[in-house]
């Protein structure tokens, strides 16, 4: 079984910074490659970033470019998204998920795990 917990979420103001984590447990975390994911109420649940198996290989929604870095550790199972310069438009739930595949995809469908998510809050 594959476990994935998502933290670092909460409330910061526009301009702010947060670090996300995912906590991986089970399977083989080195040959999975990640994802990020959000849903904001009353939209569907969007791309935000992904990351390949070694780290080598990242791809972003055009809205967070520039201002979000999706990263991984392998020794600690672990995969981060790093958020600058935070907008009131990136409130939503923060889901970080788990693909088999090993290489960066933002196809939704390709993914085998899902954590809960965690809520971040962009306000003033």
């Known amino acids: 079984q594959v476990d994935l917990v998502e933290s670092g979420g909460g409330l910061v103001q526009p301009g702010g910074s947060l670090q996300l984590s995912c906590a991986v447990s089970g399977g083989t975390f080195s040959t999975f490659s990640m994802g990020w994911y959000r849903q904001a109420p009353g939209k569907e649940r969007e791309f935000v970033a992904t990351i390949n198996w070694s780290g080598h290989s990242t791809y972003y929604t055009d809205s967070v470019k520039g201002r979000f870095t999706i990263a991984r550790d392998n020794g600690k199972n672990t995969v981060y998204l790093q958020m600058n310069s935070l907008k009131p438009e990136d409130t939503a739930v923060y889901y970080c998920?788990?693909?088999?595949?090993?290489?960066?995809?933002?196809?939704?469908?390709?993914?085998?795990?899902w954590g809960q998510g965690t809520q971040v809050t962009v306000s003033s």
């Open positions: 998920a788990a693909a088999a595949v090993g290489w960066a995809t933002m196809d939704p469908s390709r993914y085998d795990y």
